[in-house]
Protein backbone atom coordinates (compact mmCIF):
# COMPACT_ATOMS: atom_id res chain seq x y z
CA UNK A 1 0.00 0.00 0.00
CA UNK A 2 2.01 3.39 -1.19
CA UNK A 3 0.19 6.05 1.00
CA UNK A 4 1.68 8.46 -1.82
CA UNK A 5 -0.06 6.49 -4.52
CA UNK A 6 -3.37 6.64 -2.72
CA UNK A 7 -3.20 10.43 -2.48
CA UNK A 8 -2.85 10.99 -5.93
CA UNK A 9 -5.42 9.08 -6.77
CA UNK A 10 -7.60 11.44 -5.01
CA UNK A 11 -5.72 14.77 -6.05
CA UNK A 12 -6.41 13.02 -9.84
CA UNK A 13 -10.40 13.13 -8.73
CA UNK A 14 -10.19 16.08 -7.99
CA UNK A 15 -8.81 17.52 -11.16
CA UNK A 16 -11.90 15.33 -12.44
CA UNK A 17 -14.36 16.51 -10.55
CA UNK A 18 -13.59 19.96 -11.19
CA UNK A 19 -13.44 19.48 -15.23
CA UNK A 20 -16.88 17.67 -15.01
CA UNK A 21 -18.18 20.97 -12.97
CA UNK A 22 -16.91 23.07 -15.39
CA UNK A 23 -14.41 24.82 -13.25
CA UNK A 24 -11.45 23.05 -15.45
CA UNK A 25 -11.09 21.88 -19.04
CA UNK A 26 -11.96 18.43 -20.29
CA UNK A 27 -9.31 15.86 -20.65
CA UNK A 28 -6.11 17.53 -18.69
CA UNK A 29 -3.09 15.27 -18.80
CA UNK A 30 -2.40 14.39 -15.42
CA UNK A 31 0.84 11.98 -16.21
CA UNK A 32 3.39 14.84 -14.90
CA UNK A 33 1.68 15.32 -11.87
CA UNK A 34 4.03 14.47 -9.01
CA UNK A 35 2.84 13.12 -5.22
CA UNK A 36 5.58 13.19 -2.52
CA UNK A 37 6.72 14.12 0.95
CA UNK A 38 7.87 17.88 0.94
CA UNK A 39 11.66 18.21 1.13
CA UNK A 40 10.77 20.00 4.72
CA UNK A 41 8.59 17.52 6.98
CA UNK A 42 7.37 20.74 8.58
CA UNK A 43 5.27 21.75 5.83
CA UNK A 44 3.12 18.82 6.19
CA UNK A 45 2.90 15.26 4.71
CA UNK A 46 2.07 15.21 1.57
CA UNK A 47 3.53 17.85 -1.38
CA UNK A 48 2.03 17.51 -5.03
CA UNK A 49 3.04 19.72 -8.20
CA UNK A 50 -0.27 19.35 -9.72
CA UNK A 51 -1.51 23.11 -9.72
CA UNK A 52 1.77 23.93 -11.79
CA UNK A 53 1.74 21.26 -14.49
CA UNK A 54 -1.79 21.58 -15.02
CA UNK A 55 -1.89 25.39 -14.90
CA UNK A 56 -1.10 26.39 -18.29
CA UNK A 57 -3.64 23.57 -20.30
CA UNK A 58 -6.07 24.65 -18.04
CA UNK A 59 -5.27 28.48 -18.60
CA UNK A 60 -4.90 29.61 -15.23
CA UNK A 61 -2.11 31.11 -13.32
CA UNK A 62 -0.74 28.22 -11.02
CA UNK A 63 -1.63 29.58 -7.30
CA UNK A 64 -5.42 30.41 -8.88
CA UNK A 65 -5.72 26.63 -9.83
CA UNK A 66 -3.70 25.55 -6.53
CA UNK A 67 -6.24 27.03 -4.61
CA UNK A 68 -9.06 26.04 -6.32
CA UNK A 69 -8.12 22.27 -6.05
CA UNK A 70 -7.04 22.73 -2.79
CA UNK A 71 -10.99 24.05 -1.68
CA UNK A 72 -11.68 20.40 -2.94
CA UNK A 73 -9.24 18.45 -1.03
CA UNK A 74 -10.12 20.29 2.24
CA UNK A 75 -13.80 18.57 1.79
CA UNK A 76 -11.75 15.57 2.76
CA UNK A 77 -11.89 13.80 6.49
CA UNK A 78 -8.52 12.54 6.51
CA UNK A 79 -6.92 15.78 5.36
CA UNK A 80 -6.53 17.77 8.43
CA UNK A 81 -5.30 20.79 6.51
CA UNK A 82 -4.29 22.10 2.94
CA UNK A 83 -2.03 24.85 2.55
CA UNK A 84 -0.66 26.36 -1.05
CA UNK A 85 2.61 27.17 -0.93
CA UNK A 86 5.17 29.05 -2.89
CA UNK A 87 4.61 29.34 -6.91
CA UNK A 88 1.88 26.58 -6.54
CA UNK A 89 2.69 23.54 -4.77
CA UNK A 90 -0.01 22.24 -3.00
CA UNK A 91 0.57 20.78 1.11
CA UNK A 92 -1.37 18.34 2.73
CA UNK A 93 -1.44 17.01 6.59
CA UNK A 94 -2.78 14.01 7.01
CA UNK A 95 -4.77 12.89 10.18
CA UNK A 96 -3.23 10.72 12.77
CA UNK A 97 -5.46 7.80 11.67
CA UNK A 98 -4.11 7.70 8.32
CA UNK A 99 -0.82 6.70 9.64
CA UNK A 100 -2.60 4.52 12.36
CA UNK A 101 -4.05 2.57 9.30
CA UNK A 102 -0.85 2.22 7.26
CA UNK A 103 0.86 0.62 10.71
CA UNK A 104 -2.09 -1.94 10.65
CA UNK A 105 -1.54 -2.80 7.29
CA UNK A 106 2.50 -2.72 7.49
CA UNK A 107 1.50 -5.21 10.16
CA UNK A 108 -0.95 -7.23 8.42
CA UNK A 109 1.15 -7.83 5.14
CA UNK A 110 3.98 -8.97 7.08
CA UNK A 111 6.96 -9.92 5.00
CA UNK A 112 5.21 -9.14 1.84
CA UNK A 113 5.03 -5.84 3.02
CA UNK A 114 6.30 -3.21 0.25
CA UNK A 115 5.97 -5.94 -2.45
CA UNK A 116 4.82 -3.65 -5.38
CA UNK A 117 3.27 -4.48 -8.93
CA UNK A 118 4.85 -1.17 -9.95
CA UNK A 119 6.48 -2.88 -12.61
CA UNK A 120 3.75 -4.91 -13.73
CA UNK A 121 5.66 -7.73 -14.79
CA UNK A 122 7.75 -6.01 -17.86
CA UNK A 123 10.87 -7.51 -18.14
CA UNK A 124 14.30 -6.34 -17.36
CA UNK A 125 17.62 -7.76 -18.33
CA UNK A 126 19.92 -6.76 -15.80
CA UNK A 127 23.88 -7.93 -16.90
CA UNK A 128 26.38 -7.20 -13.87
CA UNK A 129 29.94 -8.06 -13.09
CA UNK A 130 30.82 -9.39 -16.59
CA UNK A 131 34.54 -9.74 -15.75
CA UNK A 132 36.74 -11.00 -18.08
CA UNK A 133 37.81 -14.72 -17.30
CA UNK A 134 41.22 -14.20 -16.91
CA UNK A 135 41.49 -14.10 -13.34
CA UNK A 136 39.58 -14.31 -9.96
CA UNK A 137 37.35 -11.29 -9.35
CA UNK A 138 39.17 -8.64 -7.55
CA UNK A 139 37.81 -6.15 -5.15
CA UNK A 140 37.50 -3.35 -7.83
CA UNK A 141 34.92 -5.90 -9.04
CA UNK A 142 32.84 -5.91 -5.70
CA UNK A 143 30.83 -2.80 -6.31
CA UNK A 144 29.33 -3.44 -9.30
CA UNK A 145 28.47 -6.97 -8.22
CA UNK A 146 26.79 -5.91 -5.62
CA UNK A 147 24.77 -3.23 -6.91
CA UNK A 148 23.92 -5.14 -9.90
CA UNK A 149 22.38 -8.12 -7.61
CA UNK A 150 20.61 -5.85 -5.36
CA UNK A 151 19.41 -4.04 -8.11
CA UNK A 152 18.05 -7.05 -9.48
CA UNK A 153 15.77 -7.98 -6.65
CA UNK A 154 14.71 -4.20 -5.93
CA UNK A 155 12.83 -4.56 -9.12
CA UNK A 156 11.55 -7.69 -8.28
CA UNK A 157 10.06 -6.54 -5.62
CA UNK A 158 8.56 -3.53 -7.20
CA UNK A 159 7.36 -6.00 -9.54
CA UNK A 160 9.22 -6.12 -12.60
CA UNK A 161 10.41 -10.15 -14.29
CA UNK A 162 14.14 -9.31 -13.86
CA UNK A 163 16.57 -11.64 -15.19
CA UNK A 164 20.04 -11.97 -13.99
CA UNK A 165 22.93 -12.03 -16.33
CA UNK A 166 26.62 -12.45 -17.10
CA UNK A 167 28.39 -11.54 -20.55
CA UNK A 168 31.12 -13.66 -20.66
CA UNK A 169 34.16 -11.91 -22.80
CA UNK A 170 35.34 -15.13 -23.87
CA UNK A 171 36.97 -14.03 -27.27
CA UNK A 172 39.63 -12.05 -29.01
CA UNK A 173 43.57 -11.74 -27.76
CA UNK A 174 42.69 -11.28 -24.18
CA UNK A 175 41.81 -14.89 -23.91
CA UNK A 176 44.26 -16.36 -25.91
CA UNK A 177 47.08 -14.72 -23.69
CA UNK A 178 45.85 -16.31 -20.96
CA UNK A 179 45.74 -19.97 -22.70
CA UNK A 180 49.48 -18.84 -23.16
CA UNK A 181 49.85 -18.36 -19.53
CA UNK A 182 48.12 -21.46 -18.56
CA UNK A 183 50.46 -23.75 -21.13
CA UNK A 184 53.54 -22.00 -18.80
CA UNK A 185 51.99 -23.34 -16.10
CA UNK A 186 51.20 -26.85 -17.88
CA UNK A 187 54.63 -26.86 -18.71
CA UNK A 188 56.17 -25.61 -15.26
CA UNK A 189 53.91 -29.15 -13.33
CA UNK A 190 55.53 -31.20 -16.03
CA UNK A 191 58.86 -29.86 -14.47
CA UNK A 192 59.75 -27.09 -17.04
CA UNK A 193 61.59 -24.12 -15.77
CA UNK A 194 59.60 -21.48 -16.78
CA UNK A 195 61.30 -18.74 -15.34
CA UNK A 196 59.69 -15.05 -15.41
CA UNK A 197 56.04 -14.91 -16.60
CA UNK A 198 56.63 -12.47 -20.06
CA UNK A 199 55.47 -9.24 -20.00
CA UNK A 200 51.63 -9.16 -21.77
CA UNK A 201 50.63 -12.89 -19.63
CA UNK A 202 49.26 -13.43 -16.79
CA UNK A 203 51.37 -14.23 -13.50
CA UNK A 204 48.86 -15.12 -10.90
CA UNK A 205 48.84 -18.02 -8.51
CA UNK A 206 45.74 -18.90 -9.33
CA UNK A 207 46.59 -20.29 -12.74
CA UNK A 208 48.93 -23.05 -11.04
CA UNK A 209 46.44 -25.51 -10.47
CA UNK A 210 45.02 -25.19 -13.58
CA UNK A 211 48.96 -26.22 -15.63
CA UNK A 212 48.56 -29.10 -12.77
CA UNK A 213 45.19 -30.34 -13.86
CA UNK A 214 46.24 -30.04 -17.93
CA UNK A 215 49.13 -31.93 -17.25
CA UNK A 216 46.86 -34.65 -15.51
CA UNK A 217 45.23 -35.29 -18.13
CA UNK A 218 47.63 -34.54 -20.96
CA UNK A 219 50.54 -35.76 -19.44
CA UNK A 220 53.15 -34.99 -21.51
CA UNK A 221 51.37 -34.50 -24.83
CA UNK A 222 51.88 -30.65 -25.59
CA UNK A 223 54.97 -30.31 -23.90
CA UNK A 224 56.77 -29.69 -26.99
CA UNK A 225 53.91 -29.57 -29.72
CA UNK A 226 53.14 -26.00 -31.39
CA UNK A 227 50.76 -23.77 -30.15
CA UNK A 228 48.51 -24.17 -33.32
CA UNK A 229 48.33 -27.97 -31.25
CA UNK A 230 46.74 -27.06 -27.88
CA UNK A 231 45.88 -23.82 -28.06
CA UNK A 232 42.36 -23.60 -28.81
CA UNK A 233 41.96 -26.68 -26.62
CA UNK A 234 43.67 -25.03 -23.32
CA UNK A 235 41.76 -22.03 -24.09
CA UNK A 236 38.30 -23.50 -23.73
CA UNK A 237 39.62 -25.47 -20.53
CA UNK A 238 41.26 -22.69 -18.70
CA UNK A 239 38.29 -20.21 -19.50
CA UNK A 240 36.00 -22.90 -18.25
CA UNK A 241 38.04 -23.12 -14.92
CA UNK A 242 37.99 -19.32 -14.62
CA UNK A 243 34.55 -19.24 -14.72
CA UNK A 244 34.05 -22.37 -12.44
CA UNK A 245 36.27 -20.19 -10.30
CA UNK A 246 34.02 -16.87 -10.40
CA UNK A 247 30.94 -18.77 -9.77
CA UNK A 248 32.29 -20.18 -6.99
CA UNK A 249 33.72 -16.08 -5.50
CA UNK A 250 30.32 -14.55 -6.94
CA UNK A 251 28.32 -17.70 -4.44
CA UNK A 252 30.36 -16.82 -1.54
CA UNK A 253 28.94 -13.18 -1.24
CA UNK A 254 25.49 -14.84 -2.30
CA UNK A 255 25.29 -13.96 -6.01
CA UNK A 256 24.16 -16.04 -8.43
CA UNK A 257 22.98 -15.42 -12.51
CA UNK A 258 20.25 -17.00 -14.58
CA UNK A 259 22.25 -16.70 -17.69
CA UNK A 260 26.06 -16.50 -18.98
CA UNK A 261 26.70 -15.47 -22.44
CA UNK A 262 29.22 -16.49 -24.06
CA UNK A 263 31.17 -13.91 -26.40
CA UNK A 264 32.58 -16.18 -28.89
CA UNK A 265 29.54 -18.24 -29.12
CA UNK A 266 27.51 -15.27 -30.59
CA UNK A 267 30.17 -14.43 -32.59
CA UNK A 268 30.56 -18.13 -33.94
CA UNK A 269 26.24 -18.19 -34.33
CA UNK A 270 27.10 -15.75 -36.34
CA UNK A 271 25.20 -12.79 -33.97
CA UNK A 272 27.82 -10.12 -35.24
CA UNK A 273 27.32 -10.71 -38.84
CA UNK A 274 23.52 -10.36 -38.73
CA UNK A 275 24.15 -7.12 -36.48
CA UNK A 276 26.32 -5.88 -39.71
CA UNK A 277 23.12 -7.01 -41.93
CA UNK A 278 20.29 -5.86 -39.39
CA UNK A 279 22.40 -1.78 -39.51
CA UNK A 280 23.50 -1.59 -42.93
CA UNK A 281 20.17 -2.98 -44.15
CA UNK A 282 18.63 0.36 -41.87
CA UNK A 283 21.68 2.53 -43.85
CA UNK A 284 23.28 2.55 -40.68
CA UNK A 285 26.78 1.43 -42.19
CA UNK A 286 29.09 3.47 -44.30
CA UNK A 287 32.55 3.25 -45.40
CA UNK A 288 34.49 6.60 -43.68
CA UNK A 289 37.58 8.10 -42.24
CA UNK A 290 37.94 9.55 -38.25
CA UNK A 291 39.48 12.65 -37.16
CA UNK A 292 42.15 12.13 -35.20
CA UNK A 293 41.54 11.47 -31.45
CA UNK A 294 41.91 14.37 -29.21
CA UNK A 295 45.27 14.73 -28.13
CA UNK A 296 46.83 13.08 -31.15
CA UNK A 297 49.51 15.07 -33.12
CA UNK A 298 49.22 14.60 -37.51
CA UNK A 299 52.33 12.92 -37.44
CA UNK A 300 50.78 10.06 -35.27
CA UNK A 301 48.02 9.39 -36.90
CA UNK A 302 47.28 7.47 -39.84
CA UNK A 303 43.90 8.03 -41.42
CA UNK A 304 42.64 4.86 -42.97
CA UNK A 305 39.16 4.16 -44.68
CA UNK A 306 37.15 1.66 -41.73
CA UNK A 307 33.42 0.73 -41.43
CA UNK A 308 31.59 2.35 -39.44
CA UNK A 309 28.53 2.99 -37.58
CA UNK A 310 26.60 6.10 -37.82
CA UNK A 311 26.43 6.78 -34.11
CA UNK A 312 25.87 10.14 -33.92
CA UNK A 313 22.53 10.03 -35.59
CA UNK A 314 21.66 7.94 -32.45
CA UNK A 315 23.23 10.97 -30.07
CA UNK A 316 27.01 10.06 -29.73
CA UNK A 317 29.85 12.46 -30.26
CA UNK A 318 31.57 10.50 -33.11
CA UNK A 319 31.09 7.58 -35.80
CA UNK A 320 32.00 4.26 -34.35
CA UNK A 321 34.17 1.52 -35.96
CA UNK A 322 33.00 -1.95 -36.91
CA UNK A 323 35.64 -3.78 -37.93
CA UNK A 324 39.36 -3.77 -37.27
CA UNK A 325 42.05 -3.16 -39.60
CA UNK A 326 43.12 -6.35 -40.30
CA UNK A 327 38.78 -7.07 -41.26
CA UNK A 328 37.94 -8.71 -37.39
CA UNK A 329 35.01 -7.69 -35.19
CA UNK A 330 35.91 -4.91 -32.95
CA UNK A 331 34.68 -5.96 -29.37
CA UNK A 332 32.17 -2.85 -30.03
CA UNK A 333 30.81 -5.27 -32.74
CA UNK A 334 30.71 -8.13 -30.65
CA UNK A 335 28.99 -5.98 -27.61
CA UNK A 336 26.39 -5.32 -29.81
CA UNK A 337 25.50 -8.55 -30.73
CA UNK A 338 25.06 -9.21 -27.31
CA UNK A 339 22.67 -6.32 -26.68
CA UNK A 340 20.54 -7.23 -30.43
CA UNK A 341 20.38 -11.18 -28.66
CA UNK A 342 18.90 -9.91 -25.34
CA UNK A 343 16.04 -7.68 -27.14
CA UNK A 344 15.23 -10.57 -29.43
CA UNK A 345 14.95 -12.73 -26.41
CA UNK A 346 12.49 -10.41 -25.29
CA UNK A 347 14.34 -7.44 -23.20
CA UNK A 348 13.05 -4.07 -24.52
CA UNK A 349 14.91 -2.79 -20.92
CA UNK A 350 18.50 -3.53 -20.49
CA UNK A 351 20.57 -2.62 -17.71
CA UNK A 352 24.31 -2.83 -17.25
CA UNK A 353 26.58 -2.13 -14.37
CA UNK A 354 29.75 -1.38 -15.48
CA UNK A 355 33.20 -0.30 -13.86
CA UNK A 356 34.37 3.44 -14.21
CA UNK A 357 37.14 2.30 -16.78
CA UNK A 358 33.80 2.04 -19.59
CA UNK A 359 32.03 5.34 -18.59
CA UNK A 360 33.30 6.67 -22.13
CA UNK A 361 31.80 3.68 -23.36
CA UNK A 362 28.25 4.32 -22.69
CA UNK A 363 26.97 6.99 -25.36
CA UNK A 364 27.91 4.28 -28.05
CA UNK A 365 26.34 1.70 -26.64
CA UNK A 366 23.28 3.18 -26.05
CA UNK A 367 23.02 4.65 -29.86
CA UNK A 368 23.74 0.76 -30.87
CA UNK A 369 20.73 -0.12 -28.58
CA UNK A 370 18.59 2.28 -30.35
CA UNK A 371 19.39 1.67 -33.74
CA UNK A 372 19.35 -2.15 -33.38
CA UNK A 373 15.88 -2.10 -31.82
CA UNK A 374 13.99 0.55 -33.92
CA UNK A 375 14.05 2.68 -30.68
CA UNK A 376 11.89 -0.10 -28.75
CA UNK A 377 14.69 -0.64 -26.52
CA UNK A 378 16.26 1.30 -23.71
CA UNK A 379 19.73 0.46 -22.36
CA UNK A 380 20.42 2.16 -18.91
CA UNK A 381 23.96 1.66 -18.12
CA UNK A 382 25.36 2.58 -14.34
CA UNK A 383 28.39 2.73 -13.88
CA UNK A 384 30.17 1.83 -10.81
CA UNK A 385 33.33 4.37 -9.65
CA UNK A 386 36.71 2.63 -7.75
CA UNK A 387 36.84 1.09 -4.60
CA UNK A 388 40.17 1.53 -2.38
CA UNK A 389 40.75 -0.77 0.16
CA UNK A 390 41.94 0.61 3.76
CA UNK A 391 42.54 -0.45 7.17
CA UNK A 392 42.59 2.42 9.74
CA UNK A 393 42.98 4.92 6.75
CA UNK A 394 46.13 2.77 5.47
CA UNK A 395 45.94 1.10 1.76
CA UNK A 396 46.17 -2.73 2.22
CA UNK A 397 47.61 -5.27 0.12
CA UNK A 398 46.58 -8.86 1.00
CA UNK A 399 46.04 -10.71 -2.25
CA UNK A 400 47.87 -14.22 -2.30
CA UNK A 401 46.54 -15.78 -5.12
CA UNK A 402 45.94 -12.51 -7.25
CA UNK A 403 49.07 -11.42 -8.15
CA UNK A 404 49.00 -8.32 -7.62
CA UNK A 405 45.25 -7.51 -6.60
CA UNK A 406 42.67 -7.59 -3.81
CA UNK A 407 40.86 -11.04 -4.53
CA UNK A 408 36.41 -10.67 -3.94
CA UNK A 409 37.20 -13.61 -2.37
CA UNK A 410 39.75 -12.30 0.19
CA UNK A 411 37.71 -9.69 1.27
CA UNK A 412 34.27 -11.71 1.51
CA UNK A 413 36.55 -14.18 3.98
CA UNK A 414 37.93 -11.07 5.92
CA UNK A 415 34.66 -9.38 6.96
CA UNK A 416 32.01 -11.71 5.40
CA UNK A 417 29.64 -11.16 2.46
CA UNK A 418 26.90 -9.28 4.59
CA UNK A 419 29.20 -6.73 5.27
CA UNK A 420 30.42 -6.68 1.82
CA UNK A 421 26.74 -6.31 0.45
CA UNK A 422 25.57 -3.46 2.80
CA UNK A 423 28.97 -1.17 2.60
CA UNK A 424 28.87 -1.32 -1.31
CA UNK A 425 25.58 0.49 -1.08
CA UNK A 426 26.34 3.33 1.17
CA UNK A 427 27.38 5.73 -0.98
CA UNK A 428 25.89 6.56 -4.71
CA UNK A 429 27.60 4.09 -7.54
CA UNK A 430 28.82 7.35 -9.30
CA UNK A 431 30.95 8.07 -5.86
CA UNK A 432 34.34 7.00 -5.38
CA UNK A 433 34.09 4.61 -2.25
CA UNK A 434 36.80 4.00 0.73
CA UNK A 435 36.08 0.48 2.12
CA UNK A 436 38.34 0.10 5.84
CA UNK A 437 38.46 -3.06 6.83
CA UNK A 438 38.34 -1.80 10.72
CA UNK A 439 35.67 0.24 9.99
CA UNK A 440 32.90 -1.61 8.67
CA UNK A 441 33.17 -4.20 11.85
CA UNK A 442 32.85 -1.68 14.12
CA UNK A 443 30.08 -0.68 16.16
CA UNK A 444 28.66 2.64 16.42
CA UNK A 445 26.66 5.00 14.14
CA UNK A 446 29.18 5.63 11.78
CA UNK A 447 29.04 2.52 10.50
CA UNK A 448 25.39 1.65 8.70
CA UNK A 449 25.25 -1.94 8.67
CA UNK A 450 25.83 -2.11 12.20
CA UNK A 451 23.27 0.56 13.03
CA UNK A 452 20.69 -0.63 10.84
CA UNK A 453 21.57 -4.30 12.49
CA UNK A 454 21.01 -2.89 15.89
CA UNK A 455 17.76 -1.57 15.28
CA UNK A 456 16.75 -4.69 14.10
CA UNK A 457 18.47 -7.01 18.07
CA UNK A 458 16.81 -4.28 19.90
CA UNK A 459 13.36 -5.15 18.30
CA UNK A 460 13.73 -8.34 19.25
CA UNK A 461 14.92 -7.34 22.26
CA UNK A 462 11.79 -5.48 22.66
CA UNK A 463 9.49 -8.61 21.81
CA UNK A 464 11.25 -10.79 24.28
CA UNK A 465 11.02 -7.98 27.13
CA UNK A 466 7.11 -7.88 26.14
CA UNK A 467 6.72 -11.35 25.90
CA UNK A 468 8.17 -11.80 29.15
CA UNK A 469 6.54 -9.33 30.91
CA UNK A 470 2.86 -10.30 29.51
CA UNK A 471 3.63 -13.77 28.82
CA UNK A 472 -0.43 -14.93 28.24
CA UNK A 473 -0.85 -12.07 25.35
CA UNK A 474 -0.97 -12.70 21.58
CA UNK A 475 2.24 -10.98 20.36
CA UNK A 476 1.31 -13.00 16.64
CA UNK A 477 1.42 -10.40 14.02
CA UNK A 478 -2.50 -10.40 13.12
CA UNK A 479 -3.12 -9.98 17.12
CA UNK A 480 -0.56 -6.98 17.07
CA UNK A 481 -2.46 -5.56 13.38
CA UNK A 482 -5.82 -5.40 16.30
CA UNK A 483 -3.74 -3.49 18.96
CA UNK A 484 -5.07 -0.19 20.01
CA UNK A 485 -2.54 1.68 17.81
CA UNK A 486 -4.75 4.96 18.37
CA UNK A 487 -2.54 5.17 21.58
CA UNK A 488 0.63 5.90 19.56
CA UNK A 489 0.51 9.93 19.72
CA UNK A 490 3.92 11.37 20.43
CA UNK A 491 5.46 13.09 17.30
CA UNK A 492 8.64 10.89 17.63
CA UNK A 493 5.97 7.97 17.54
CA UNK A 494 4.31 9.23 14.80
CA UNK A 495 7.28 10.11 12.67
CA UNK A 496 8.78 6.24 13.09
CA UNK A 497 4.83 5.30 11.99
CA UNK A 498 5.38 8.13 8.62
CA UNK A 499 8.60 6.30 7.98
CA UNK A 500 7.22 2.81 8.02
CA UNK A 501 4.35 4.22 5.80
CA UNK A 502 6.95 5.36 3.14
CA UNK A 503 8.65 2.27 2.82
CA UNK A 504 6.28 1.17 -0.27
CA UNK A 505 7.27 4.49 -2.28
CA UNK A 506 11.02 4.00 -1.34
CA UNK A 507 10.91 0.44 -3.10
CA UNK A 508 9.07 2.00 -6.24
CA UNK A 509 10.84 5.30 -6.53
CA UNK A 510 14.30 3.37 -5.56
CA UNK A 511 13.43 0.37 -8.88
CA UNK A 512 12.22 3.92 -10.75
CA UNK A 513 15.80 5.43 -10.68
CA UNK A 514 17.55 2.02 -10.35
CA UNK A 515 19.28 3.22 -7.00
CA UNK A 516 19.45 0.74 -5.01
CA UNK A 517 21.65 3.09 -2.69
CA UNK A 518 18.31 4.54 -1.45
CA UNK A 519 17.46 1.86 0.22
CA UNK A 520 20.73 1.61 2.21
CA UNK A 521 19.70 5.55 3.24
CA UNK A 522 15.98 4.35 3.70
CA UNK A 523 17.03 2.00 6.49
CA UNK A 524 19.72 4.03 8.31
CA UNK A 525 17.34 6.99 8.70
CA UNK A 526 14.36 4.39 9.78
CA UNK A 527 17.04 2.78 12.46
CA UNK A 528 17.93 6.23 13.61
CA UNK A 529 14.03 7.54 14.37
CA UNK A 530 13.85 3.86 16.24
CA UNK A 531 17.35 4.41 18.22
CA UNK A 532 15.81 8.14 19.07
CA UNK A 533 12.65 6.47 20.58
CA UNK A 534 14.51 4.09 22.69
CA UNK A 535 16.30 7.02 24.58
CA UNK A 536 13.58 9.09 24.59
CA UNK A 537 12.28 6.22 26.68
CA UNK A 538 15.27 5.99 28.73
CA UNK A 539 14.76 9.76 29.56
CA UNK A 540 11.13 9.66 29.74
CA UNK A 541 9.60 6.56 31.55
CA UNK A 542 5.93 7.28 29.53
CA UNK A 543 7.67 6.26 26.23
CA UNK A 544 8.83 2.81 26.82
CA UNK A 545 8.28 0.32 24.34
CA UNK A 546 7.11 -2.00 27.70
CA UNK A 547 4.86 -0.38 30.51
CA UNK A 548 4.20 -3.18 32.97
CA UNK A 549 1.01 -0.86 34.27
CA UNK A 550 -0.39 -0.66 30.69
CA UNK A 551 -0.95 -3.55 28.80
CA UNK A 552 -2.74 -1.58 26.29
CA UNK A 553 -0.19 1.06 25.55
CA UNK A 554 2.10 -1.96 25.55
CA UNK A 555 0.67 -4.14 22.89
CA UNK A 556 0.48 -0.67 20.54
CA UNK A 557 4.34 0.02 21.25
CA UNK A 558 4.86 -3.64 20.14
CA UNK A 559 2.63 -2.84 16.78
CA UNK A 560 4.81 -0.47 16.13
CA UNK A 561 8.10 -2.40 16.86
CA UNK A 562 6.99 -5.20 14.28
CA UNK A 563 6.70 -2.36 12.12
CA UNK A 564 9.80 -1.45 12.54
CA UNK A 565 11.03 -4.97 12.07
CA UNK A 566 9.11 -5.80 9.24
CA UNK A 567 10.52 -2.83 7.16
CA UNK A 568 14.17 -3.79 7.95
CA UNK A 569 13.72 -7.18 7.28
CA UNK A 570 12.04 -6.12 3.82
CA UNK A 571 15.07 -4.23 3.24
CA UNK A 572 17.46 -6.41 4.50
CA UNK A 573 16.37 -9.15 2.42
CA UNK A 574 15.89 -6.87 -0.51
CA UNK A 575 20.16 -7.20 0.03
CA UNK A 576 20.14 -10.67 0.32
CA UNK A 577 21.30 -10.25 3.97
CA UNK A 578 19.62 -11.90 7.27
CA UNK A 579 18.74 -9.76 10.44
CA UNK A 580 19.78 -10.21 13.47
CA UNK A 581 18.21 -10.94 16.51
CA UNK A 582 20.94 -9.93 18.81
CA UNK A 583 24.14 -8.55 18.42
CA UNK A 584 27.28 -10.59 19.26
Not at 281 to 299: M, N, R, S, V
Request: with cysteine; glycine share 8%.
Amino acid sequence: MNIFNRYRNIIEKSVKDLSAAGALPAGLDVSRLTVEPPRDPAHGDVSTNAAMVLAKPAAMKPRELAELIAQRLREAEEIDAVEVAGPGFINLRLAESVWHQCLEAAIGLGSSYGDSDHGGGRQVNVEYVSANPTGPLHIGHARGTVFGDVLASLLEKAGYAVTREYYVNDAGAQVDSLARSAYLRYREALGREIGEIPEGLYPGEYLKPIGRELADMKGDKWLDAPETDWLAEIRTFTVESMMALIREDLAALGVHHDVFTSERELVESGMVDEVFKTLDAEGHIYTGTLEPPKGKTPEDWEPRPQTLFRATEFGDDVDRPLKKSDGSWTYFASDIANHLDKFRRGFADMIDVWGADHAGYVKRMQAAVNAISGGDGALDVKICQLVRLTDRGQPVKMSKRGGSFVTLRELVDEVGPDIVRFHMLTRTNDAQMDFDLSAVVEGGKDNPVWYVQYASARCHSVRRMAAATFPNHDMSLSALARAPISCLTDEAELGLIKSIAGWPRAIEAAADAHEPHRIAFFLYDMAALFHTLWTKGKEDPSLKFVIEEDEELTMARQALVRGVETVIASGLGIFGIEPVEEMR
